[in-house]
Every structure is written in C-alpha cells, then in structure tokens.
C-alpha cells in the first residue's frame, strides 16, 4: 500500500510542478504578446509622425520613394472616405 501512495504522491507532485510551470509560461507569453503590442502602437506612432511631417514638408520632398507612395496612398484613402462621407450626408439630405 505505501508503494501505491508514493506513487500517487510522486505523480501528484508532478502534476503540479507541470502546472506551474504552465502558469509560468502563460504569464511569459502574456508579456511578450504585450510588448508585442506596445511595438506595434510605437510603430503606428513612427508612421503618423512621418506622415504628419510628410504633409508639413511640400508633400514630402525630402522622403524617400516608398514613404511617398505610402503617404499618397493614406492621401488617397482619405480622398475616398471623404467622397464616401459625401454620398451618406446626400442620402441623409444633409
């Protein structure tokens, strides 16, 4: 009977040490997904600054080739919101 219940002790304590561990790891991945996070808005942060700067510096003359097809892309997409905007207050009869 003692073999039995050692090793149900040593299975239990394993069970828990694994739980822990689990936990453990579930608060790491926790965190790295939040600092994922927090580097994700830092970058969208960088992109509205340069945008922002793009439309203060004469549409961006300083900026390379691809940061102005991206800038005159959002140029672009705002056009079309605006267009869009445009249609729902006709429709509304604004």
Do not use: P, W
Request: hydrophobic share 35%; with cysteine; charged share 35%.
């Amino acid at each position: 009977m003692s073999e039995i219940t050692s090793k149900v002790k040593k299975v239990g304590s394993e069970v828990i040490d694994k739980a822990g561990e689990m936990v453990e790891l579930g608060k790491y991945k926790a965190r790295i997904s939040s600092q994922k996070s927090e580097i994700e808005k830092l970058q969208k942060q960088i992109g509205k600054y340069v945008y922002d700067l793009y439309k203060e510096e004469n549409e961006g003359e300083f900026f390379d080739s691809e940061i102005l097809d991206t800038c005159h892309a959002i140029d672009a997409t705002y056009d079309e919101i605006a267009i869009l905007e445009n249609k729902i207050d006709m429709i509304k009869g604004e």
